[in-house]
């Protein structure tokens, strides 16, 4: 039996452990991890969370006037508002947390925020229907259902970008939008340093103009729609291929590039080695996951393998320092809560992170240094001793984290809670633990 590659499987692949879980994977905690990645997953079907978010927001931009808008707009925030305790609340209940990390990885990997108001009916949606079915599937039909998504086409402003040159350009004078050309590139495939210049930035946004959410005059029901009348019309040359004049196939055939291009293979490599590794991750673990990604044409149930079989992965020392998402959802799995509300919602925010609200499209960082500012851990010190009289009343620090971080836990870590003045600063410092602050 092995605790301590229990304890990292529990705490680095997923999302901390439940007491007395780490005796149960101490078996092979391998094989339980292979397992959640091989689980099938409920297709996304017709869409309907994203279709109920969309209704709401067409009957918004219908009303006639700001009374009429208020229910609705009300009803946006309500959806808003059970979203974000249900992004948590999927992670604390989860029975497959490799999975489930995933998940979020790749929602944050394809960031949309409430910023946009357009975006705020769509939260769950998106996460749901564009991310969940994909995040062991093909990478490429990730990328499609992300960019097909209203919550990305508004989000990145692809829903007003019109092809100068076409029909709906010259009428209306509206222009190219390149906000979802770039990211795509930059953030979501490529990367910064892929090998694309300003030229393939103008001539995928060109590719995808037409690209949009469904709006009230289509078809009930209507997610994604393809308007000829908005597309640059021409042909483009993207990344050395010219694409002739094709409609909704130039940008299909532009994902397909993107999506089996050997520098998104190392991109996507890179992040992944860097969230479940090190914030500089080790170049022979990047390279062995770029390989798989390779050879399987994006296959990302057998990358997650290879990050599984990779020993760098299960290196023993903790480099990664957890976000305020990690904090919170391994104290309530820890303290073995199976529903959390609001206040998780309130508390993650508090600590930095706001539910569906990232700074920026690069998604929140994923690097120690930026949790590590003086204002974020007097957040947590506080959130320590706040959070245990109101989840434990008499449970013993060491016993309570020697449960959840087996023989990972350092002496010097035992010591002081053993030294602690009371159960809730024992508790308290628990928490504050190096061995609890990372995975």
Do not use: C
Not at 35 to 41: C, H, N, S
Not at 246 to 267: F, K, M, N, V, W
Not at 398 to 425: D, I
């Amino acid at each position: 039996m092995s605790l301590v590659q229990a304890a990292i499987a529990a705490n680095r692949f997923g999302f901390g452990a439940r007491p007395g879980q780490l005796e149960t994977l101490a078996d092979n905690p391998w094989d339980w991890l292979r397992a959640q990645i091989r689980q099938p997953v409920a297709p996304a079907g017709d869409l309907p969370l994203t279709k109920a978010g969309l209704a709401i927001l067409i009957a918004v931009q219908s009303a006639p006037d700001e009374d009429s808008r208020k229910p609705h707009q009300e009803e946006a925030r309500v959806l808003r508002d059970r979203d974000r305790v249900a992004h948590i609340q999927s992670a604390v209940a989860s029975d497959t947390p490799f999975r489930e990390r995933l998940v979020k990885f790749w929602t944050n990997h394809f960031t949309v925020a409430y910023v946009q108001s357009y975006v705020i009916p769509f939260g769950g949606a998106y996460e749901n229907e564009a991310i969940r079915p994909y995040a062991t599937g093909k990478f490429r039909d990730l990328l499609g259902a992300v960019v097909k998504h209203p919550a990305m086409l508004f989000y990145l402003d692809n829903a007003r970008s019109v092809g100068p040159n076409s029909k709906g350009g010259k009428q209306a004078g509206l222009g190219l939008n390149e906000n979802l050309g770039r990211e795509l590139m930059e953030l979501h495939t490529l990367g910064v340093d892929g090998g694309y210049t300003q030229a393939d930035v103008r001539a995928l946004a060109m590719i995808l103009t037409g690209w949009t959410p469904g709006r009230a005059k289509d078809p009930p029901g209507t997610v994604f729609a393809f308007r000829p009348g908005g597309h640059e019309p021409g042909p483009k040359t993207f990344l050395g291929q010219t694409y002739p004049q094709a409609g909704q196939a130039e940008g299909e055939a532009a994902l397909d590039a993107l999506a089996a291009h050997p520098s998104t293979a190392r991109h996507i490599a890179t992040q992944l080695a860097r969230h479940f590794i090190a914030d500089d991750p080790p170049q022979a673990a990047v390279d062995r996951l770029a390989k798989s990604f390779l050879d399987t044409e994006g296959d990302l149930a057998a990358v997650s393998e290879a990050l599984i079989d990779s020993p760098e992965a299960w290196w023993p020392v903790r480099s990664k320092f957890k976000s305020p998402l990690d904090l919170v959802v391994s104290a309530a799995r820890g303290f073995d809560l199976t529903e959390v509300g609001t206040a998780a919602v309130n508390w993650t925010r508090r600590l930095g992170q706001k539910v569906y609200d990232a700074p920026s499209p690069q998604g929140w960082p994923d690097r120690e240094s930026d949790w590590l500012a003086p204002g974020l851990v007097m957040e947590r010190i506080e959130w320590s001793y706040q959070v245990i009289p109101r989840l434990v009343a008499d449970q013993s620090p060491l016993p309570f984290v020697e449960a959840l971080l087996g023989p990972t836990l350092s002496e010097q870590t035992k010591a002081v809670l053993r030294g602690a003045p009371s159960q809730r600063e024992g508790m308290a410092l628990a928490l504050l633990s190096p061995e609890f602050q990372r995975r």
